[in-house]
């Protein structure tokens, strides 16, 4: 829809220009044209001209490259009317304008280069009470021009008020108004072409955006009455991005097509930089001609592009194509009608540059493709992103399933990893008390006290297992309950008293069922050795903690004395199972007498379950 619309706009613009010889219509009767006038023209550094002068020739065709002062003597009718007006269609580019030896207006200061009147149409309110009715009247126009800048005095019109003012309007819209809404409209696309470049780093916005800032320039000049820069280091600036923009459109019209070609990138910017020094050498040496060749230079690479532009829609059929070569043709045409009837033969003034409007729909055009090519590309990084948020969401499946299936291989090896050490457990130590008891019972001569006691030691080796399955869930101190459960029945039968101090005990994270068996085997394999061997009265087992936060366990007798057992298969059994917790066991002399049993365990938090002995 932007591209047809965009494309009926150019037709219109097309027929518009083709019908526009002079921008001003034939006004009504009472307004006179004023086409020649007696001038006293000081061109600097020449002879000074005197005589009848046509105004619709440039000064800067009579004296190219130079400056100087022209005095205008225009005759007006007498008045007819009280609301007399005289319309400048150009004037500058200082002035100072008298009317029967009455100063009416000064424009500028005479010789001030930092002022430009000939930017814009004046429209001047001559008073009833200075012009004379009876007779003719007396209009002194004295400017001051300076070199390559379109002074001089243009064709007036003199006429009531009421005719004269729409001519006027029309002339302020087609040259200050429009260039306004130009300027503008370039900095807003220039602005947001140059955020696209800088996030996306691609050439076409880049080439847009400088396009743009130049072009931007150009139209600046055409406003603004005071340059920003000494006169004629600005008008280089102008005439040099003037170039460039030009230049810059023929390579973007290219690059959106796709059909840049290194020998055409090459071809554009030499177009480029030879305008652009042309331009600069032609206000640095005062020669006009040379500004000249390098807006000739722009010619033909404009044909070129249109040419490639048309061969393109005439193969895609692609509507921005078509749109493009037809915008491509009125450029050519009115940077034709630019060079040759406006710059190298006359400007009345009326004749205005066509290039500046034309260039301007163009700068639409591109506009609606960087517009287009960037929501394309949102539209594709959608698809990327809704496309690359399914994989992610298959990939999740897919992990998910794996997981699943690698938790039931764990879950499974976790138990047959238990299978296992109950087994283990279970042929280690009442396996192994059963075969004991059997040979002891095939003995010829049985001491019924060590088979109950080999059977209660197998009992408990059971129980002990059992009780290791059940779930403890960090809490040590019931661990140790269950285990005085079953020590206690044992060591009362033994004759030995017990003595039970339980200390603050930490919660155990990761205490698993074979840490738990461990850690009681531990602590059963001293009682067994204490009923054993110690000859004890007392027992006592004391769990606590001290400073350093590890768990300390102690099985204390008052028997014998430790040298008994260091070396035998129990306690190499209970430093194997200390071993495998991580933790110190110590085995030494108590105060006054008997043995200690001392198991450190500096427990980590959510550390590993340990290996089997």
């Known amino acids: 829809m932007l591209q047809r619309l965009l494309f009926r706009s150019l037709l219109r613009l097309a027929l518009a220009l083709a019908g526009l010889g002079t921008l001003l219509p034939c006004a009504a009767e009472p307004v006179r044209e004023i086409d020649h006038a007696w001038a006293r023209l000081q061109p600097d550094g020449a002879a000074v001209v005197e005589g009848e002068r046509d105004l619709g020739r440039r000064w800067d065709l009579d004296f190219p490259g130079l400056g100087g002062r022209a005095l205008y003597r225009v005759v007006l009718p007498p008045r007819t009317r009280d609301d007399m007006a005289l319309l400048f269609s150009r004037l500058g580019n200082q002035a100072e304008i008298r009317l029967n030896g009455v100063t009416l207006r000064r424009l500028g200061v005479l010789d001030d280069p930092t002022y ?16 004379r009715a009876d007779g003719p009247n007396e209009l002194m126009i004295e400017v001051s021009i300076q070199r390559q800048r ?15 003012r729409p001519m006027f309007d029309r002339l302020q819209d087609w040259r200050q108004t429009s260039s306004t809404v130009f300027a503008a409209s370039l900095a807003i696309m220039g602005g947001l072409a140059t955020l696209l470049w800088w996030r996306q780093r691609d050439a076409l916005y880049g080439v847009f955006a400088l396009s743009a800032w130049l072009g931007m320039v150009r139209n600046i000049d055409q406003i603004q009455p005071e340059p920003w820069l000494p006169w004629p280091v600005w008008g280089a600036l102008v005439a040099a991005s003037y170039a460039a923009h030009l230049a810059l459109i023929c390579q973007f019209t290219l690059m959106a097509l796709g059909r840049l070609t290194r020998a055409m990138t090459w071809g554009v910017w030499g177009v480029l930089g030879s305008a652009a020094l042309l331009a600069a050498a032609s206000f640095a040496w005062a020669e006009p001609l040379l500004w000249t060749l390098g807006l000739a230079a722009l010619v033909p690479l404009g044909v070129v592009t249109v040419i490639i532009v048309a061969q393109e829609a005439w193969t895609s059929r692609r509507t921005i194509a078509l749109v493009l070569a ?7 045409v009115a940077g034709v009608h630019d060079l040759l009837w406006v710059r190298s033969v006359h400007s009345t003034g009326l004749r205005l540059t066509w290039m500046t409007h034309v260039v301007f729909c163009f700068a639409l055009i591109m506009a609606g493709l960087v517009a287009d090519r960037f929501s394309r590309s949102v539209a594709a990084l959608r698809a990327s992103s809704d496309e690359l948020a399914a994989r992610v969401r298959q990939r999740e499946a897919e992990l998910r399933s794996a997981f699943d299936a690698l938790e039931v291989q764990q879950r499974q090896r976790a138990v047959a990893e238990e299978r296992q050490r109950i087994m283990r457990e279970l042929h280690d130590g009442v396996g192994a008390h059963l075969v004991g008891l059997m040979h002891l019972v095939q003995r010829p001569q049985v001491d019924r006290g060590e088979v109950e006691q080999l059977a209660r030691t197998a009992l408990d080796d059971m129980r002990v297992a059992v009780d290791s399955l059940q779930g403890a869930e960090g809490d040590l101190t019931t661990v140790l309950a269950m285990l005085r459960h079953r020590l206690e029945p044992r060591l009362k039968a033994a004759g030995l008293s017990l003595a039970w101090e339980m200390g603050d005990l930490p919660e155990t994270d990761g205490l698993s069922p074979q840490s738990v068996l461990h850690v009681q085997r531990i602590v059963l394999e001293a009682v067994t050795n204490v009923i054993r061997h110690a000859q004890a009265h007392s027992v006592t087992i004391r769990a606590e903690t001290d400073l350093l936060g590890a768990v300390v366990l102690s099985v204390v007798d008052d028997g014998v004395g430790p040298g008994r057992a260091e070396g035998g298969l129990g306690v190499r059994n209970m430093r194997s199972r200390a071993q495998a917790l991580g933790a110190q066991l110590d085995i030494e002399p108590a105060s006054p007498a008997g043995t200690r049993v001392r198991l450190r365990w500096p427990r980590p938090a959510n550390s590993a379950a340990p290996h089997a002995p």
């Open 150 to 164: 379109w002074g001089g005095l243009s064709v007036m019109h003199y006429g009531p008020e009421a005719e004269v």
């Open 326 to 332: 037809a915008a491509g043709v009125l450029a050519v």
């Open 116 to 131: 430009d009147a000939s930017k814009a149409p004046q429209l001047l309110q001559l008073p009833a009470a200075l012009l």
